[in-house]
């Protein structure tokens, strides 16, 4: 939860006026090698997001993560976990390298607004797969693409763009979304997001 990416990604929504909770996984917190089960993946995401809504008392509280927290706090909230909303910062859909494993089949069973933002250049979501996997979604799914982010948000110099601006429109895709979700003063419970080299997905 200290990365440098999830810091700068938190301090982006803050700016906004949304409080973020930041937390790791608790196979990062005994420092294994391998991630929980998502099973538990789960449970760590539900205690952290009631404890937020018990101890902050946010009117709208937002779940969500970057990568595999995110696709672990979509399958709670499919599985009717009580959020407000959902936001997904580069949705594992497929691993890398193989396309014909999507993790898409309980996303229909999201009942909240979500938003999910990656790149055009994500080597675990292949843009053409990821809008036929939400096609069927759109009066609560708000897809945004990133040009030319990869799974981690970095950009390549050729692209005339900075990591810096992808985490700018990141910010604002957020504010502008959340501000059409009812009442202001939320909190997001987020997981500890984990980089797209830890292989984590």
Sequence with gaps: MAGRGVLALAEQLRSRGLHVVRFNFLYREKRAGRPDAMARLKECISAVALRARRELGPQLLIIGGR???????????????????????????????????????????????????????????????????????????????LEAADHGFHVPKTSGRSDTDVLNEIGELVSAWESKLIPRNQSIAGSAWPSAKSGND
């Excluded at 999910?116 to 009066?139: F, I, K, P, Q």
């Design 67 to 145: 990568s595999m927290g995110g696709r672990a706090a979509s399958m709670l909230a499919a599985d009717g976990f009580p959020c407000d909303a959902l936001l997904l910062l580069a949705y594992p859909l497929h691993p890398a390298g193989r396309p014909e494993q999507l993790r898409a089949a309980h996303l229909a069973q999201i009942k909240v607004p979500v938003l999910c933002l990656n790149g055009t250049r994500d080597s675990l979501c292949r843009r053409d797969l990821m809008e036929e996997a939400v096609a069927g979604l759109a009066g609560s799914w708000t897809m945004q693409w």
